[in-house]
DNA sequence: ATGTTTAAGAACGATAATGATTGATTTCTA
DNA sequence: TAGAAATCAATCATTATCGTTCTTAAACAT
């Protein structure tokens, strides 16, 4: 097989994938690691993709570019399995609340098809759901600029006025004691009233967050019901404060 | 076989595989490895195809021309003038309400390094708003899928509690008896509010909208300060009736 | 018949791509 | 936090491909 077209065959595999394996590629290459290795170094210099350890990673429009450390195919997939496990709680008729941030961002393509309302304060998540032809309704007010999330008083107000079945959050820091932590403050405030709104809520997070501690606090620990991958020994016994699932 | 129905042979072949292998075309064709490699060099000195290392690829299209007909061209710069007079409207300490739509969306670029706060219901606004550094409040509500704008009872209600010292609106129809009209209902209300609360209103329309009617009507003629680019003659007495400015 | 021209194949050193190996680095797991 | 496992970049020998040159053979002109 020639060169450009193992090229190519990648490219078109990151379409569909987001994240690639060496190992996955070998197997559906034929060729050697150290070839695979080339061709993904290769196309990283050409901008067409991002190395992480592992394999690759699609490269991502200037736009939703959430800087974030996704730094191993691994993480990313761990953290793809958080967001899949989370969409299948949702239900038909479900009026949901979606964080702003990368995790649950990466719910929405699992949503589609489900006949739901979903209430978001993250600017690109209301964008896509609507490409998903998803009934969506924005959450007015400031916007912060790194992460393009709406918060501030006007935001707080509007989530007064309506009440969710289910809300996803994502969360900087879980913690027994500390219980759910952000760093923005103004951020964690709109992140405790969409919880108090909620009549279930859920943390989506990936382990690095377990037994972190950041500056705001959100809630309790035992406000919301945490989604992860897998927990160590020692983090097993969060299981006596919260209710917790494992993708 | 002649030279000549070798490299026919060869194109067609490229016409449907995209790539070709030297060892292909020797086995297919039954001629030596020198003679297909002049076949392909020859081709190539010809830009009929790009050689690579071990065989040949399609020449790849003129990269996507931008195929739009000079019309087009002259039609979207007209635009893009439009955009900049208005943004030229705005002064620092400004809160101006930014409409939905393309237009308006042009206008972005040019409030660069402007000292204002922009109140927006048009979701890829707001992004493009926040990466410029620019204070960017949104209005909150349901999102319409074509046009990505916030519009509905709780877009409304929101509108009411702010005011703009200037607003900058799209608009489908523009017409002297009939005013300024749009062809959605909830969009047009979202609009004709947004006008109440400015303190002056403009509207950014191209020639093709003016003696246009469209469905729903948002305000009367003399509401609103029209900037487009040129008035035929007949359109002249459209001045008559409204404050109007010409990019 | 002889020399010229042209296309083709063969030969070969140069260059490029590949896969295996190795020791360093990173990530994982206990 | 230490040791194991996975992944990495660098290197090297092997193989594939390349461009060039040389040779052969047929077509054609003189």
Do not use: W
């Amino acid at each position: 097989m020639l060169t450009d077209e193992r090229h190519s065959f990648i490219l078109e595999q990151l379409e569909q994938k987001n994240t690639l394996t060496v190992q996955e590629l070998v197997e559906k290459l034929g060729h050697s690691e150290s070839t695979i290795r080339r061709d993904l170094t290769t196309l990283e210099d050409q901008d067409k993709l991002v190395r992480i350890h592992g394999g690759a990673r699609k490269k991502r429009k200037p736009v939703d570019e959430p800087t974030m450390d996704e730094k191993t195919v691994k993480f990313m997939q761990e953290k793809e399995k958080v967001s899949q496990l989370a969409a299948y709680l949702v239900n038909d008729f479900d009026v949901i609340y979606l964080d702003a941030g990368t995790t649950t961002y990466a719910m929405i393509p699992y949503l589609e098809g489900k006949n739901i309302t979903v209430v978001t304060n993250g600017v690109p998540h209301a964008a896509l759901l609507t490409d998903y032809n998803i009934e969506t309704i924005l959450v007015g007010g400031k916007i912060k600029q790194r992460t393009k999330a709406v918060i501030g008083s006007i935001a707080e107000r509007q989530l007064d006025e309506v009440n969710f079945t289910k809300a996803f959050m994502g969360m900087n820091g879980v913690d027994i004691t500390q219980g759910f932590t952000t760093p923005d403050t103004e951020e964690a405030a709109i992140k405790r009233k969409a919880i108090r709104q909620s009549n279930q809520s859920y943390v989506l997070v990936d382990v690095s967050k377990l037994d972190e501690v950041s500056f705001s606090k959100v809630a309790d620990i035992d406000e919301c019901t945490v989604i992860t991958n897998h927990l160590s020994d020692k983090q097993q016994r969060l299981k006596d404060y919260t209710r917790i699932m494992e993708a």
